[in-house]
């Protein structure tokens, strides 16, 4: 009877084994995610964008004129990326810094991720998750932080640029999720310790690596 048991114990723990195993192969699958070949750690990259703006619920329009950007690949699906905004203002008069930083400079850093927004049609997201910022304007004090999620082209074509376009409809962002996600994603501000509002990004970055061409794929 003893013999029965231990053989029973045994049978039900590859079972449980095997079960757990499939699961994380399932996970694993459904997890996938676009990226960049080669997506070699440590290729670099800049980009430029035009003229930019920050909104959020109740609170005026920051306004850039560009920013310039640096940013490594930490892997083939994330990097790891520094925003330097420059000429900022609120409603296009007063001069709005993040701290620490001189008159109308915006320093911002994050790590930006490769997601799909709609795989079967083929639509490629970079999520920004942009570290905490402090920005001081108007003898304000804003904090900006959370995820904006762009579109990239182009897809499956080797290139040394790309394009990333962040949209929103004032505080709403365009895109709100990856594919998979459970909730949706948005930048937050709060101004002088108050309650998180929603925000949103509006700019276009044209990314280029460096050196070697890259390639996003499946």
């Given amino acids: 009877m003893r013999r029965l048991k231990t053989v029973g114990a045994a049978l039900?723990?590859?079972?449980?084994?095997?079960?757990?195993?499939?699961a994380l192969t399932a996970?694993?699958?459904?997890?996938?995610?676009?990226?960049?070949?080669?997506?070699?750690?440590?290729?670099?990259?800049?980009s430029l964008s035009?003229?930019?703006?920050?909104?959020?619920?109740?609170?005026?329009?920051?306004?850039?004129?560009?920013?310039?950007?640096?940013?490594?690949?930490l892997s083939?699906?994330?990097?790891?990326?520094?925003?330097?905004?420059?000429?900022?203002?609120?409603?296009?008069?007063?001069?709005?810094?993040?701290?620490?930083?001189?008159t109308e400079v915006i320093l911002v850093h994050g790590n930006v991720l490769l997601c799909y927004i709609n795989k079967t049609k083929?639509?490629?997201?970079?999520a920004f998750h942009t570290q905490p910022v402090h920005i001081e304007a108007a003898k304000e004090l804003v904090?900006?932080?959370?995820?904006?999620?762009?579109?990239?082209?182009?897809?499956?074509s080797k290139k040394l640029a790309f394009l990333?376009?962040?949209?929103?409809s004032g505080a709403i962002q365009e895109v709100k999720k990856c594919e998979g996600g459970a909730t949706e994603e948005t930048l937050t501000s709060?101004?002088?310790?108050?309650?998180?509002?929603k925000g949103g990004e509006n700019t276009e970055d044209t990314i280029g690596f460096l050196v070697t061409e890259q390639e996003i794929m499946e």
Avoid: M
């Avoid at 039900?12 to 499939?22: F, W």
């Avoid at 904090?143 to 082209?153: D, K, N, Y």
């Fill in 143 to 156: 904090l900006v932080e959370g995820i904006a999620i762009g579109r990239i082209t182009p897809y499956k």
């Fill in 76 to 102: 083939s699906t994330e990097s790891l990326v520094t925003v330097d905004f420059e000429g900022c203002k609120i409603l296009g008069l007063v001069g709005a810094h993040s701290l620490g930083d001189k």
């Fill in 12 to 22: 039900g723990a590859i079972l449980a084994l095997t079960a757990l195993l499939s």
């Fill in 27 to 46: 996970t694993t699958a459904t997890a996938a995610q676009p990226e960049f070949l080669p997506g070699t750690a440590g290729t670099k990259f800049t």
């Fill in 122 to 126: 083929e639509e490629i997201g970079a």
């Fill in 164 to 168: 990333i376009s962040w949209k929103s």
């Fill in 190 to 197: 709060k101004t002088n310790g108050g309650t998180a509002v």
């Fill in 50 to 73: 035009g003229a930019g703006k920050l909104e959020a619920e109740g609170s005026p329009v920051i306004e850039c004129t560009k920013d310039k950007d640096e940013g490594v690949l």
